[in-house]
């Protein structure tokens, strides 16, 4: 099993993190204009991506302020089917601190390598949304 992770931080307290990473209007800023989101555990959110492209994340831990962890239960990317999704969230002195994983990748593939780089532009994203107010959602991006 492979994994893939990620550090970023943030000028910002942990609760504008926390509030972003489970909020409709956070997600939609940073991630893709086109979700279905809720911040209730079992709740499944639903990313699309395109038209063809719907991956769906049921939410499995909230820790307010401190820990995101979701379930991929359904993608077009079958190789992110049963992957866990987390997010721990450490605040020292009104900076934070976000280590993003997104575990049991079952090999290494090109589809392990190109989500592994465009995590690092999800938590670029997430860093721009809440130090300046404008993200980079899927819809935004022009790479």
């Known amino acids: 099993m492979a ?14 993190v926390y509030e972003t990473l489970t909020t409709e209007k956070g997600l939609s800023e940073i ?4 979700l279905k989101v ?3 555990i079992g ?29 991929c239960v359904d993608s077009g990317d079958a190789e ?11 605040e020292n002195n009104g900076k934070t601190s976000i ?4 575990m049991n990748w079952k090999d290494v593939t090109t589809c ?3 989500c592994n780089y465009n995590w690092a532009i999800f938590l670029y994203s997430l860093k721009q949304y809440c130090e ?8 935004k991006r022009k790479f």
């Open 99 to 102: 280590t993003f994983r997104q």
């Open 112 to 114: 392990y390598r190109i």
């Open 38 to 40: 809720n911040n209730h």
């Open 43 to 71: 709740f499944i959110n639903e990313f699309r991506f395109g038209e063809n492209d719907l991956t769906k994340m049921r939410i499995d831990e909230l820790v307010p302020d401190k820990k995101i962890v979701w379930q």
């Open 132 to 139: 300046e107010e404008v993200g980079m959602p899927y819809q």
């Open 80 to 90: 992110w089917i049963g992957t866990t999704i987390s997010f721990d969230i450490e």
């Open 31 to 34: 991630w893709t204009n086109e």
């Open 3 to 16: 994994n893939i992770e990620h550090l970023q931080s943030v000028n910002v307290p942990a609760e504008l």
